[in-house]
């Protein structure tokens, strides 16, 4: 009766249980008793002492744990030197669960042979040691699990003190977590001890004990369970080891990248403890760009291969580490559901290597056109002043042999153009040579107090008189005129540069501007063209060597110029930049120290 979960009305079950002739009780969620009938307080007259000793009693609380979740549970004891069937059914109302519990009787020819077999056959065939001591700690029950673990057989076993085959080590330590069970301060004791098989095993074993009490409240003995956990214990002390000891990071996830397990490992190479990880998604660890990447890669894992992956990982101080991950998805037998499990390893030395290589190899593939510009350009800007040469050469051969008076402004022309095609190869000669000693670092910086008014002038004024379209250079200076510490070779080689490029690129167009700005322990200098400019896309490689804008035509150049410019800027402890809009000009920016 009372099989189905009912809720609970105290008068009514009050009333109600007095009617039954066998004994019957409600116990709430604390193995107290709450109602019980009059059978049940004549079957049981020190019912204190019953709720003390029979509801600790391990069987019935595993029962009732099945209770408290709507199961009917029967089963077959012994009680008060009386045999019982007891009938376990749960009863509900709206703040708690209870458990109504029937006893009935059985008498000893009721409990046949059969029963008697059965319940043999099941005590014997559990893997726990079923056991029960008298008053002084001497064995007086063993089932055949004992045998199983511990090689003794029950006729050596039974009789003995328990004590006698405990870790000679763990003697004082069992008596010390016995002592609140034996001074009834615990309804039950559970603890983890040692204890040595017959070929002198250690054996780790977990203990469950409760007393056994007597009709006048007397401890009979001890009843309980062994359970052998050597293997936990074993492969706890393995997970432990390699655990710490490998540098692997193991962990394992749910689906959506959840860390549930974090190996120790994780510390030494990403600064987290594992309890700060636990919880989190891994995802949010991930580098920005990576993570498209591993989601794919863990949705391909769906099918229970494994896959890999190279990705960065955010360490605690912000900064990446490069980590290859291998992933795959299993069945967790506990949870009942899929899992991950990723284990891990820094490839951050890999990763530098490889980086180093692939620069290596740009740089290299950077040299490998830089000589062929280099060739192309060369044979092209010596073959031609060369071939101008000879040709000037050759004509003027021919007009020797004529009448002087006649071919002397002829002459003098070709004699120009050889001077001027000479000058091309000189400066070709002399800025390849600086370029060189340049990225050897061996040119020399020779400082001196300049007046820069001065050397500017000089400049325009070169400048301006190898303008054959007679244009010319504007200066405009403001502040009070100080004198600098700069190379004056060098600086004349900038300015000339910047200057002689402002006309180069701007032909019939305005002229070109230099502004000189003086500030306190500053100088800045503009040259401003109104020129072709240079083109967006190309302004990034313009200190390039031999490099030259697509916008350049046949303007002669060498795409030495401007790094040559730069460096000996930053020779002189300068800065140079500059801004430029295509088919608009190009301004560029020197700043010194006046110092």
């Known amino acids: 009766m009372f099989s189905n979960i009912t809720t609970i009305k105290s008068d009514f079950f009050s009333q109600l249980i007095q009617h ?99 319940y043999k056959y099941i005590v014997d065939h559990i893997h726990e040691v079923l056991f029960q001591t008298d008053a002084v700690g001497n064995w007086v029950f063993l089932n055949q699990a004992w045998s199983d673990i511990f090689e003794y ?72 369970t062994l359970r052998d956990i050597t293997n936990e214990k074993e492969n706890a002390r393995i997970n432990t080891i390699l655990s710490h000891n490998v540098q692997d990071i193991v962990c394992i996830h749910d689906l959506e990248g959840k860390y549930l397990y974090v190996s120790p490992s994780i510390s030494q190479l990403t600064g987290y403890c594992p309890e700060e990880l636990l919880g989190q998604s891994h995802y949010d660890f991930f580098h920005p760009e990576d993570k498209a990447k591993i989601i794919s890669i863990s949705n ?33 037998d506990y949870d009942i559901c ?51 040469i000879r040709s000037s050469a050759e004509i003027i051969e021919a007009y020797t042999k004529l009448d002087k008076s006649t071919y002397y402004e002829k002459i003098t022309r070709q004699l120009e153009n050889i001077q001027s095609e000479i000058s091309r190869i000189s400066s070709l000669i002399h800025e390849t040579l600086l370029i060189g000693k340049i990225e050897s670092q061996q040119l020399t910086v020779h400082r001196e107090q300049v007046d820069v008014i001065e050397l500017i002038e000089f400049i325009i004024n070169r400048q301006n008189q190898q303008q054959k379209d007679h244009r010319i250079t504007e200066l405009e200076a403001i502040g009070e005129v100080q004198k600098i510490w700069i190379d004056p070779q060098h600086f004349i080689h900038i300015l000339d540069n910047l200057i002689s490029n402002a006309f180069k690129y701007s032909l019939n167009r305005p002229n070109p501007v230099v502004s000189v700005s003086f500030e306190k322990y500053h100088l800045r200098l503009q040259i401003k063209d109104f020129g072709i400019g240079i083109p967006p896309s190309e302004q990034g490689k313009i200190y390039s060597s031999f490099f030259r804008a697509k916008n350049v035509g046949t303007i002669e150049g060498t795409g030495l110029g401007l790094v040559i410019v730069k460096n000996l800027v930053q020779l002189n402890n300068g800065n140079i930049h500059f801004v430029s809009t295509e088919n608009q000009g190009t301004t560029f920016y020197l700043d010194f120290t006046c110092e």
């Open 338 to 388: 899929d899992r991950m499990i990723t284990s891990s390893r820094s490839i951050q030395e890999h990763k530098l290597v490889e980086e180093s290589m692939m620069k290596s190899l740009q740089r290299e593939k950077e040299l490998n056109q830089l000589k062929s510009r280099f060739v192309n350009m060369t044979s092209h800007e010596f073959r031609t002043p060369l071939a101008t």
């Open 300 to 332: 391909s894992s769906a099918n229970n291969d494994v896959s890999y992956i190279s990705y960065r990982f955010k360490k605690k101080n912000d900064e990446y580490v490069w980590l290859e991950t291998s992933v795959k998805v299993f069945f967790d």
């Open 20 to 118: 039954i002739d066998h004994p019957v009780c409600i116990i709430n969620s604390f193995f107290q008793i709450e109602k019980c009938n009059l059978a049940f307080n004549q079957t049981f007259p020190s019912s204190s002492i019953l709720s003390s000793s029979f509801f600790s009693n391990k069987l019935l609380q595993e029962s009732l744990s099945q209770v408290w979740e709507g199961q009917t549970i029967q089963y077959i004891t012994e009680l008060e030197n009386q045999i019982f069937e007891l009938k376990l059914s749960p009863l509900t109302n709206s703040d708690d669960t209870y458990g109504l519990i029937q006893f009935f009787p059985k008498s000893a020819q009721t409990f046949d042979s059969e029963q008697a077999l059965q």
């Open 153 to 224: 057989t029950l006729e050596e076993s039974l009789g003995r003190p328990f004590y006698e085959f405990l870790h000679p080590e763990d003697v004082r330590k069992n008596e010390l977590l016995f002592a609140p069970l034996i001074n009834q301060q615990k309804s039950y004791c559970k603890h983890i001890i040692r204890y040595i098989s017959k070929s002198h095993k250690i054996k780790w074993i977990e203990v469950f004990a409760t007393l056994v009490i007597g009709k006048n409240g007397e401890v009979l003995g001890t009843s309980g």
